[in-house]
């Protein structure tokens, strides 16, 4: 007969000298895959934000290129009135213009519907129908 039969071991403890190093090793590896895990996912919400931010850019200067391509096509014409206001789906752009002599000064102002605005200040030589200067300024307001 097993003279052992009636005795048993309390689970997990075979005597006093076991280690213990699973837990630590367990403990590691998941604190290094959850950083994995939290790097990637800040990775992919800064590239989202990226890629929104360069959507809302493009979006604006469409409507600039949109716009001064109406204008310039009036410019060219010798037209009295020069569009003040074109809608677009998107936003608007408003159109203002200053007579300096020979030059005007044409500002154009886009804003998209989420209050984004591109805004361009170009001097025209009306006489040679050519652009002097072109000075931008991009507000982007999340």
């Known amino acids: ?22 837990f630590p090793v367990t403990l590691v590896l998941s604190v290094i895959i959850s950083s994995f895990l939290l790097h990637q996912v800040e990775n992919y919400r800064l590239e989202k934000m990226f890629y929104h931010e360069s959507d809302q850019q493009f979006e604006l200067e469409v409507m600039m290129k949109y716009t001064w391509d109406i204008v310039e096509e009036q ?25 300096l002599g020979t030059e005007s ?34 507000k982007l307001i999340t």
């Open 1 to 22: 007969m097993n003279l052992n039969w009636g005795l048993s071991e309390p689970a997990g403890v075979r005597d006093k000298q076991d280690k213990g190093y699973i």
């Open 105 to 138: 000064e044409l500002v154009i102002v886009c804003t998209t519907r989420t209050g984004r605005e591109y805004k361009a200040t170009i001097l025209y030589d009306m006489e040679e129908k050519k652009v002097l200067g072109w000075y931008e300024t991009i």
């Open 75 to 99: 410019l060219k014409e010798e037209r009295e009135e020069i569009i003040s206001s074109v809608e677009m789906p998107r936003g608007e752009a408003t159109v203002t213009v200053k007579e």
